[in-house]
């Protein structure tokens, strides 16, 4: 079986890699960035791709899509983000499982084993965080603009330098944050920015 290993620190991969050899899977290829992971999966067709969100360029979500698009056969994500959102979104987008970087190295390998079977696994604290319902499933009712304005806030941006960024004018601005309010039930601008923080909306 092939694995390929998606991760911009050489040292997370040669981890990972000192790791899986243990299960004596075959092959592990490893890629930096989304471009070569791309690349990687279409030439080689790897059984499991390990995937980091985090990574710089082509990264996050839009790589996950793109490789299911490109016919990946079970994608593991392994990251830092320890929030039910991102989990959420990623399993949503086709993830077969999602673990962070503080699981421990045996539930890794449980996660791979279940997921190369054609199973799904969720690094426990996470699924009872997706079970029950809190700040993910609430931002779940966000639309991409209002995600993408509670990024920017996050980020310290004022709402001018919002509406410059997003395309659109500082009032449609100033009104998807009063939207964001309502569903979040929060009433002032300060508020947002700390649920954004909070919840790592990236």
């Known amino acids: 079986m092939t694995i390929l290993l998606v991760d911009d620190h050489a040292l997370v991969r040669a981890g ?14 490893e890629a930096a960035n989304g471009q070569d992971a791309l690349a ?25 899509r793109r490789m299911i698009q490109a016919g990946a056969r079970a994608i ?23 673990m962070t970087k503080n699981a421990s190295p045996d ?21 009872q965080a997706l079970a029950a319902p809190g700040p993910g499933a609430t931002l779940d009712n966000l639309t991409a603009r209002e995600l993408e304005i509670m990024r920017l806030l996050a980020k310290g941006a004022s709402l001018a330098e919002i509406a410059d960024a997003v395309g659109v004018g500082y009032k449609t601005v100033a009104n998807n944050c009063g939207q964001i309010k309502s569903k979040l039930g929060v009433s002032r601008t300060a508020d947002l920015v700390r649920l954004a923080i909070e919840t790592g909306v990236s």
Do not use: S, W
């Open 107 to 127: 539930e890794l390998i449980v996660a791979v084993r279940r997921v190369t079977a054609g199973g799904r696994y969720v690094e426990a604290e996470l699924a």
């Open 16 to 29: 990972l890699k000192r790791l899986l050899a243990t299960l004596d899977q075959g092959e592990i290829l």
């Open 76 to 98: 593991l994500v392994l990251t830092m983000h320890a929030e039910p959102l991102y989990a959420k979104r990623a399993l949503d987008a086709g993830a077969a499982g999602y």
């Open 40 to 64: 990687l999966l279409r030439a080689e067709k790897p059984e499991l791709i390990i995937l980091d969100l985090n990574l710089q360029g082509l990264g996050g979500l839009e790589l996950l």
